[in-house]
């Protein structure tokens, strides 16, 4: 038993000094920056992560292989109130806000799964849980929110409202324009492309094209 655990400690170590050494390689602001993302809290599966200027990474977080960030990103999930699990090949561009909205909510995991994009100046709320599919393509100015506030009745002042976190479920394949806005409590099915400005208030099925506000079918994708 006590061998074992010694091997253990062996590979554990020799395994932190494959990833010194490689991460000595890199340019200095890149290596500064995974600095500071580890001492924030956030787990690297590979030393294979860009990490863009004045980004911050930090909580539970964990990031794949070969990810990208570029500059101006706030990525935070607080250790304990939220799991934000990152996937390989995943690309979030610049100015990007990805962060639970307060800690006094369950606890939520979320997921941006392997190949997504997500591009720039979007806002992604980890209030609840939120699944973002394989290859997924998110453009720019996209509000996504994974709670709703309750309205209280007229006895009552309306910041007494709760918030109430809902989760968000975006299948594979799925492309949502510029300015959308998906609301909690809804799933996107695999596929499906959400135009320019639309608001989702309710599920979309897999391959249809959604616009408008609230957003409505227009067509599918061709097969």
């Known amino acids: 038993m006590l061998k074992r655990f010694l091997n253990s400690c062996n590979t554990n170590i020799a395994t932190m000094k494959r ?3 490689s991460e000595l390689t890199l340019p200095l602001p890149q290596f500064l920056a995974r600095v500071r993302a580890r001492r924030n809290g956030v787990v690297f599966k590979s030393n294979n992560v860009v990490i863009g200027s004045f980004s911050i ?20 999930a607080d250790e304990r109130f939220c799991k934000l699990i990152i996937e390989d090949d995943v690309t979030i561009r610049n100015s990007n806000e990805i962060k639970k909205r307060d ?8 997921r941006i799964c392997k190949g997504a994009y997500i591009g720039h100046n979007n806002r992604l709320d980890l209030t609840g849980d939120l699944h973002i599919g394989r290859g997924c393509f998110f453009t720019n100015d996209i509000r996504l929110y994974t709670h709703k506030h309750e309205i209280p009745s007229r006895k009552q002042p309306i910041q007494s409202g709760k918030i109430i976190p809902e989760s968000v479920f975006i299948s594979d394949d799925v492309f949502i324009g510029d300015g959308a806005i998906v609301l909690s409590g809804v799933k996107i099915g695999k596929g499906a492309v959400v135009g320019a400005g639309a608001v989702v208030t309710k599920n979309v099925e897999p391959y249809s094209f959604v616009v408008g506000v609230p957003a409505r079918k227009i067509g599918e994708r061709p097969p």
């Not at 909580?59 to 990103?73: E, H, P, T």
């Not at 800690?103 to 979320?110: D, E, G, K, L, V």
């Open 103 to 110: 800690t006094a909510y369950p606890a939520s995991i979320c």
């Open 19 to 21: 990833q010194l050494v």
């Open 57 to 76: 990474l930090g909580g539970n977080v964990v990031v794949g292989d070969n990810c990208s960030f570029g500059r101006g990103n706030y990525v935070w």
